[in-house]
């Protein structure tokens, strides 16, 4: 059963960091591009950044550029977001999400398998 599992969020103070994982199981890591997402109540979920298979290219949101970093550990199956310079509108529910057919990096939430989410919230 393919399954994703984020963790790693919390509160935290604007300037501040933290790196969220994506723990993924009943898959070959490497064949799927993978997405982290977020979403605050009542809006659209967002792209964030993105990496593809097979060590591929990887994108990420322009609100996001310079400060969050995505890697992937293949050999531990999980997937990295990595936050810097945390900002107030960071805030929201980040969810990691699974692509396997075309294992593209895309910013639009076209993926298979998605998590159940964990909360960052940054506030001073």
């Known amino acids: 059963q393919l399954q994703l599992v984020e963790s790693g969020g919390g509160l935290v103070q604007p300037g501040e960091s933290l790196r969220l994982s994506c723990a993924v199981s009943g898959f070959t890591l490497d064949d799927y591009a993978i997405g982290w997402f977020r979403q605050v109540p009542g809006k659209q979920r967002e792209g964030v950044a993105c990496t593809a298979n097979a060590g591929g290219r990887t994108n990420y949101a322009d609100s996001v550029k310079g400060r969050f970093t995505i890697s992937r550990d293949n050999a531990n199956n999980t997937v990295y977001l990595q936050m810097n310079s945390l900002k107030p509108e960071d805030t929201a529910s980040y969810y990691c999400?699974?692509?396997?057919?075309?294992?593209?990096?895309?910013?639009?939430?076209?993926?298979?398998?998605w998590g159940e989410g964990t909360q960052v919230t940054v506030s001073s």
């Open positions: 999400a699974a692509e396997g057919l075309f294992g593209l990096c895309v910013l639009w939430p076209d993926y298979d398998y």
